[in-house]
């Protein structure tokens, strides 16, 4: 047997078992984070989509019609069907009750933790995978739409896996099939979870990232028809059942009005924000990692052109992943601070790579990085109170 062979024997089995014990804590740790007293927040006390989506999600289940949302006998199309398919899953395994409620956004974040660490792991490191989401399941704004009977948990996963197959079928050609189809299921899953943005984002943000690195030529060596077949399979028969029953009723309701009137802000009733809106939710929402998280960003402002340098692909990807989602929501008139969350596990691993290397360098610095970052937040957060506070503003976190 040869060196490297044994070297190898001896490596695999310690790397193995450190991210079997990796992967073993943070399902432990989220699903306390995430689960513990999820059934004990009195989700249908609240006049909220909660518990919209909940009644849905039990008329449905107990009139065995699993095809047309209806909220009080009407076709209820503000979302598309799988997340109602998988709340009434949950009322299967654990009974209609409000444990079984949260419990599929509780998963689902749990899911999107444990995809950012074995994604980081495998194109960074497995310390940058732990730290990436550790940080990812402890921000405020993760951590309750976590906890939340709502779409936003189930669309970022799928959104996220989406993203990191792409990525792998980009640059790991022994896996390139398998991990484009994923992406592709993945996009349909997220499709049939939240409207079309769901293959938007990620074909946008694949296509720019190609373009940018001058590797439009990958397009040639992608599935592209099988993989469009697959996203054709998934997402299309619920659709184009839909549309054949209800024709341009289910059009303007949910594709005219919540989605196009909503961007545009002509939707009526709808709270319109300013430009800047998503600043100070970031801000808020990645607490209480804000501070570092302005500090790798403005590490990676500086770094320039470096990112277009192949070592920096990785950052190049992530932060194409972030820009593109936070001008869309920007420029679009109607906002909500959680219509940003499928960015937190790009932005995570962003933080956590600079983390990493900052502690492998210069550590002393860190403190004056936490420093910096803190007194920017701070400030931003406190111009936002001010324009709130004398009615320049509507609250960014009132809607």
Excluded at 177 to 199: E, H, I, Q
Excluded at 214 to 223: G, I, M, W
Excluded at 293 to 309: N, Q, S
């Amino acid at each position: 047997m040869s060196t490297q062979t044994v070297s190898q024997v001896h490596r695999w089995p310690a790397r193995a078992a450190g991210t079997r014990s990796h992967i073993t804590g943070l399902v432990l740790c989220c699903s306390v984070l995430f689960l513990l007293h999820a059934g004990n927040q009195g989700v249908m006390e609240r006049f909220s989509g909660e518990a919209w989506y909940a009644l849905i999600s039990k008329n449905m289940a107990e009139s065995r019609n699993y095809l047309v949302p209806l909220f009080f006998d009407k076709p209820f199309f503000d979302k598309p069907i799988l997340y109602y398919w998988v709340q009434i899953l949950s009322f299967r395994l654990f009974g209609t009750n409000e444990f079984a409620i949260v419990f599929p956004s509780g998963l689902f974040g749990l899911l999107t933790v444990l995809a950012t660490y074995l994604f980081t792991s495998r194109f960074l490191d497995a310390g940058t995978g732990l730290l990436s989401a550790a940080l990812l399941a402890t921000t405020v704004s993760f951590f309750i739409r976590a906890r939340h009977a709502e779409t936003d948990s189930l669309f970022t996963f799928f959104l996220t896996l989406a993203f990191f197959s792409l990525y792998r079928a980009i640059h790991a050609p022994e896996r390139r099939r398998a991990a484009f189809w994923l992406s592709c299921l993945a996009m349909g899953l997220a499709s049939l979870t939240k409207g079309p943005l769901g293959v938007l984002f990620p074909g946008l943000i694949g296509g720019l990232y190609l373009l940018i690195t001058r590797n439009a030529a990958h397009f040639r060596h992608l599935p592209l028809a099988s993989g469009l077949a697959i996203l054709a399979a998934v997402a299309l028969p619920w659709y184009g059942i839909i549309t054949y029953l209800y024709g341009w009723h289910f059009i303007q309701e949910f594709l005219v009005r919540n989605h196009l009137e909503r961007f545009f802000g002509l939707e009526r009733g709808l709270l319109t924000y300013p430009f800047w809106f998503y600043v100070p939710a970031l801000l808020f929402g990645f607490l209480p990692w804000s501070p570092f998280l302005v500090a790798a960003l403005a590490a990676g402002a500086a770094t320039g052109r470096r990112l277009f340098d192949p070592r920096h692909r990785l950052s190049l990807y992530l932060g194409l992943w972030v820009t593109v989602m936070f001008l869309t929501f920007s420029l679009a008139r109607g906002k909500n601070e959680y219509y940003l969350l499928p960015a937190y596990p790009a932005l995570a691993i962003l933080v956590a790579r600079y983390l990493r290397n900052r502690a492998g360098s210069t550590s002393a610095r860190l403190p004056l990085d936490f420093a910096g970052g803190a007194t920017l937040s701070a400030l931003l957060l406190l111009g936002t109170g001010v324009t709130v506070a004398f009615g320049l503003q509507p609250s960014p976190w009132s809607g």
